[in-house]
């Protein structure tokens, strides 16, 4: 181990515990090859209790003491409360000055003008402008030369989203990634969880794969959706291909979804499906002109959800509500993501990884495929927010819809037993 | 290529167009640097007709064209229909000459004195053994010095089970393995299979592994034995270990499959099952003395299913039940399946390989699992034979359960209106 | 089964064994429901001869048989030859009559003014426009108003892609999808077709995902680029910005791959790198001006490589070299392919998928991927010319560099021996 | 929440923050409903320091507490460390009192007599039995009627394995399970693990399953015998048939690993692999008479590594040398593993499993395959202990033996240096 010369004294405040925050800050100060030392620790006594760290860090010289304290920082920890940011403006637009400060998902507050002001429109990987005594996340780009960007790590604080023990299980579903499990306890789970979210008055974006539909779960998935679960949809143009097809011709790229065989060679319903969308001219003018009877679409438009369609290189088609230009696509996804609080992925890994990059880690994320990598993958990207479940979708969400279907009716019973 | 100097020529007939056969016979000769000339070729004219071949194949020389013939056997290709066996007593127990002939799991003849015979107990890698004018499949290791064995090649044809094009759909499972499906589909199937099975006065077997109790799939397994539709289970110590531990304590190792949150560390009740079946002496003695009440093991002992139970190296206990003799559980397993028309795996690798060594190719296999790479395999072990469903196994048996119910509660309905 | 009353007489010819059509062809009609009777078969004697199909297919009525006959024919069957096409002009910009004629991916002959002409730009899911008596295939987003399409049946010939039987062992690896395979021997599969294109003077497309660089196969990815057997990369936004991210840095999304460790929280690098890049102003700038200095961008530039990088929703950045419209990267892609005669996938299924739609049936494929399901996946798209290997791509572009290290090595020392 | 009513004070020490092992206690007693107050702790004020809980933990009821400290237990809380043990004999043979104490794979002491004692033989779901005034594991089947047996949960105390920072990274490969990865660094610290070993003495053991043969892993990992790094093979019975089969006909399972084609239908060199076995007795008489002169068990004979082949439901043969009597294989690889202090487990979820259930969280664990939820299921068993990679088994230890023999040669390099 090297010699440590140089130190620092960081704070860090909350659930560090819970969170497995202390083991993380001793950990990264131990690969960076530093030596760290305890000045102070009071712990939470009880589960609500907050606890609060002194840590001196020492490590072998300022460059290195620079790099760790940055790597530090989303783990709560800041240096020098007392200093004020660093703000260079922008040299040109889309560039940064080499040492400008790159977001976490987490609540971030910074120092300006001696005042701790908290950071709007909280994501990962973007950059903080500073203007008319606020700041705001901003992509990369989006930077307008001359926008004064937040630089290096002084006064800064970030305060991670604390894993909550004991709320609804969603630990338990945290805990790991398997196939081995009973799915239906994590679909009443995962049901507890949109009840709760949209009785607390909060908004629900699904995201949602083409498998949805070839796997049978769109009749489920349209029962969510006309039970007011599903606020919005993002998704790409295969998704709504395919529930037009469905609609239209029973098939789902051509396997009759009754049947169960293949209709035709060559995907024809698929491209019969685009072309009668494209006749009418959107997917809103089919459901007026009675053309779209059933299914995801139609259900969503009737009850006016925000769906976003997100072109892809893989697309047939497009449709015509498809969105083709992805910096436009990006950003009518994160506009739909901008109030929401509760977000269920199901079987699309791409839409998935999108919708991840943008969420602030206060959101509850439920990610459902029957690919144990896709579930770790997407888990592993905000690990304290996101829960997920190896399954069948289609199974799933027939199984959701049946303990739906299951507690109205009950609900129902109850109701009318009260009168 | 090389030059081909020696030659013979083969026949074949049945249905070598549906079973890809002609097409596996043109590659094999390939494959092996041979030549090939269609000598005569009548195709069957509908659906129901045999086609038959007769095919003149050159190779290199002698040694190449042995192994050629000896390849092409497998597939239905015989060479000198005149010739008699060719038999050579065992030098010592579990030894057989070196050009002994290794069974496949087709349906043989052998021609022993003039007459074409039907090999007895037909099961893959095993020796013909001619006694008393009857030949039949024997395992290596039960060779008893002096048995007369079958070797070489000639006087022993091989009748490939065909793939039927239309029968109950059990083709189009066939056609791929893929997580995209409607499993509900899969699920109406498979029941289909399993009526017509029961209606041909057919026996079914199911390989389980303690997956199916991990996900919750125990009450509808247990549905399905109640129902009658369940001969044989064959399974390893964990299955058994876990149904008891469900039905005594309402975990699977240590997961509380009602609350879906971890019981115990250490895996405690797992050990108290064991315990308290080992204090009773056995499962049926648990039935007898009302320890055990309700699951898998409970219903298959009260309905006389053949329950075979064989170890392994990973096993807790064991039970006294399950047998930890590999050579006695092999063999108990095969009995088990010696009358058996249909088997149905769920999620269990290990048993299902070992099952699948065993039967004959005209009995047919379904086999779930939520690995993919699981279902290939067992698939690829006998591809004219099995479908695979890859699903949540414990969603499939809720399903399997659900499609069964509704349809007895349809037929009740319908023998009641008939009075 | 229905009682059959019309009927009508087909005609195919090829190797209609080894590409198992004529399996096909019988099963698409019993799936139909319908009958068949083979009123002449004509086997092809040897490995290289043709076969000849006249076949008389009967259905229930009108409708069914039109259906069965449109089915058929990507299996190489054709009805009334005499029969010139049936032309009818787009009613509109991208809507095309209700009967239109929907592609596959095999090469196809239309019947125009009594003669048979090639259809040009052969794809899948296109239709088919006729103008200046030539015929092309055009995606529908591309139909204008007045496009004569070609619509029903009559007078469409294909000619499905035959599979070979001999050829470099590629038949070996399309048996199955397996991880349990010895992955030096598909490698050298790989490597003896990827010299026998260029040899032929044929052009290679590779896709490749970002998992190549986070599993450190870039320096092996630049050893193909650099001795040129690559003609054209296909990738994502995310390729690029790990390559660069790894030449500037060191790094993989913050991971060391060197060391094994993390580097940094939140991704900065990855940020870092495209800041860096935007403010040169693309890669090719950053080549020229010295910034880039290694890598797969850095070797694909400097040898003038195709490179087209599409957008998706994932992206950050993007960086500027990225085509954030989806239909002109679709349209960039297409023209890449437009003369490439093999594609190698590596760990991407988004942009896999996208070239598979646009290939036609007789450019050879091989994809590589460690999950087994993607390989499947993809290799059902066009199962006569996709082999798939499933195995650690990082580890496979090293041995893949290994055996064309240790060639060029014997080449070098053969050619030197020889003076 | 429920009204907590009875309390008790539990203690731990130890590396509390490091491990985990804190959260870890407060979640579990907030999962039982119970609530914890923190009456004192000591913190680590290093990396090397430990730290000390005092903990008020409350629950509603006797039996619920009961409960909770059983479950802290294994965390490293123990309650009135002033008690002693409490022990009852056991009932009958394999039967023991319904509160006894089923153990972990902690190391493990108890309070008898008022003293301290470290318990023996340590591995999980087994017993403890005092006798001699000794205390030690032991399977519940070898217990024997009268066995003086641990009951409850006084006088206990587990010493959970901590997890260390900063050893040989192998933290690092703890952190994910994941297949994007650059392997190479992981063989690298795989290679210096192994050689840490040999360095202080220790026993390396191999668990590998027949997927290193198919593979092509058989002249690596035959490498690694050869250079002292294999004190232990754990396998079945696969894995030695398919070896010799290797080194006797250059197939498994009938394909030519040199050139990947399949060589004979029905696995004849399978069966003939094992009859030549046979006629010699076994595989020390076959490596003896000159038969076998390659592979891993050749390779493993002649180095007296202690090797023990495991029988299954699913073995072919089995040839003499497998252990079909499960109890006493397992027996037997409990022995083989008594002073093993790191094991490799290759491509062998089965063996795998068997071998985890008997070591203590001593010994470091690396698990290769290339299934990720293969994996991620061994890691689980024990986590602090396991390092998972997700790799073709083949190609890792192509790339183990390179970096071996390129290690070799500098270290020979080096040391004909120094002369």
Same mark, same amino acid.
């Given at each position: 181990?090297?010699?440590?010369?140089?130190?620092?004294?960081?704070?860090?405040?909350?659930?560090?515990?819970?969170?497995q925050l202390l083991n993380a800050i001793f950990d990264?100060?131990?690969?960076?090859?530093?030596?760290?030392?305890?000045?102070?620790?009071?712990?939470?006594?009880?589960?609500?209790?907050?606890?609060?760290?002194?840590?001196?860090?020492?490590?072998?010289?300022?460059?290195?003491?620079?790099?760790?304290?940055?790597?530090?920082?989303?783990?709560?920890?800041?240096?020098?409360?007392?200093?004020?940011?660093?703000?260079?403006?922008?040299?040109?637009?889309?560039?940064?000055?080499?040492?400008?400060?790159?977001?976490?998902?987490?609540?971030?507050?910074?120092?300006?003008?001696?005042?701790?002001?908290?950071?709007?429109?909280?994501?990962?990987?973007?950059?903080?402008?500073?203007?008319?005594?606020?700041?705001?996340?901003?992509?990369?780009?989006?930077?307008?030369?001359?926008?004064?960007?937040?630089?290096? !790590?002084?006064?800064?604080?970030? /305060? #991670?989203? =604390?894993?909550?023990?004991? &709320?609804? %299980? $969603?630990?338990?579903?945290?805990?790991?990634?398997?196939?081995?499990?009973?799915?239906?306890?994590?679909?009443?789970?995962?049901?507890?969880?949109?009840?709760?979210?949209?009785?607390?008055?909060?908004?629900?974006?699904?995201?949602?794969?083409?498998? !949805?539909?070839?796997?049978?779960? /769109? #009749?489920? =998935?349209?029962?969510?959706? &006309?039970? %007011? $679960?599903?606020?919005?949809?993002?998704?790409?143009?295969?998704?709504?291909?395919?529930?037009?097809?469905?609609?239209?011709?029973?098939?789902?790229?051509?396997?009759?979804?009754?049947?169960?065989?293949?209709?035709?060679?060559?995907?024809?319903?698929?491209?019969?499906?685009?072309?009668?969308?494209?006749?009418?001219?959107?997917?809103?003018?089919?459901?007026?002109?009675?053309?779209?009877?059933?299914?995801?679409?139609?259900?969503?438009?009737?009850?006016?959800?925000?769906?976003?369609?997100?072109?892809?290189?893989?697309?047939?088609?497009?449709?015509?509500?498809?969105?083709?230009?992805?910096?436009?696509?990006?950003?009518?996804?994160?506009?739909?993501?901008?109030?929401?609080?509760?977000?269920?992925?199901?079987?699309?890994?791409?839409?998935?990884?999108?919708?991840?990059?943008?969420?602030?880690?206060?959101?509850?994320?439920?990610?459902?495929?029957?690919n144990p990598a896709v579930v770790t993958k997407l888990?592993?990207?905000?690990?304290?927010?996101?829960?997920?479940?190896?399954?069948?979708?289609?199974?799933?969400?027939?199984?959701?819809?049946?303990?739906?279907?299951?507690?109205?009716?009950?609900?129902?019973?109850?109701?009318?037993?009260?009168?």
């Open positions: 181990m090297a010699t440590s010369s140089v130190s620092e004294v960081v704070q860090a405040e909350g659930h560090l515990i819970d969170s990264k100060v131990i690969e960076r090859n530093g030596k760290f030392e305890v000045l102070h620790f009071d712990i939470g006594r009880t589960n609500d209790e907050f606890s609060k760290l002194t840590l001196k860090v020492s490590v072998e010289n300022e460059s290195a003491l620079g790099d760790l304290l940055e790597e530090l920082m989303p783990l709560g920890c800041y240096a020098k409360p007392e200093s004020d940011l660093k703000i260079t403006p922008a040299e040109a637009d889309a560039c940064v000055p080499d040492d400008f400060y790159s977001t976490t998902n987490h609540r971030t507050y910074v120092k300006y003008e001696g005042m701790w002001i908290e950071v709007e429109s909280q994501r990962m990987d973007a950059v903080i402008v500073v203007a008319d005594g606020r700041a705001s996340c901003k992509k990369l780009r989006d930077v307008r030369r001359g926008d004064r960007i937040v630089c290096g !790590v002084s006064g800064i604080k970030i /305060s #991670p989203e =604390f894993r909550e023990r004991d &709320r609804l %299980g $969603f630990a338990f579903m945290m805990n790991d990634v398997s196939s081995e499990r009973r799915v239906e306890v994590s679909v009443s789970k995962v049901l507890a969880m949109l009840k709760q979210t949209k009785r607390d008055g909060g908004r629900v974006a699904f995201v949602a794969g083409p498998v !949805v539909v070839h796997s049978g779960g /769109s #009749p489920y =998935f349209a029962d969510l959706i &006309r039970q %007011g $679960f599903v606020d919005v949809i993002l998704a790409g143009n295969a998704l709504a291909v395919h529930d037009v097809e469905l609609d239209l011709f029973g098939t789902s790229l051509g396997i009759d979804l009754e049947a169960g065989v293949a209709v035709e060679e060559g995907h024809k319903n698929h491209m019969r499906a685009i072309n009668a969308i494209n006749r009418v001219g959107g997917l809103r003018q089919a459901v007026d002109e009675g053309l779209l009877n059933s299914g995801i679409m139609f259900e969503a438009i009737r009850r006016d959800v925000n769906i976003v369609l997100a072109g892809s290189i893989r697309d047939d088609g497009p449709l015509p509500d498809t969105i083709m230009d992805l910096v436009q696509a990006q950003d009518r996804y994160a506009d739909a993501l901008r109030d929401v609080s509760m977000v269920v992925m199901l079987s699309s890994m791409l839409h998935s990884i999108g919708v991840g990059n943008m969420l602030p880690s206060s959101v509850r994320v439920v990610c459902v495929d029957i888990a592993d990207r905000g690990s304290s927010q996101t829960a997920g479940i190896v399954t069948d979708v289609g199974l799933f969400l027939h199984q959701l819809s049946m303990q739906l279907t299951g507690s109205s009716e009950s609900a129902n019973r109850e109701r009318s037993e009260e009168r």
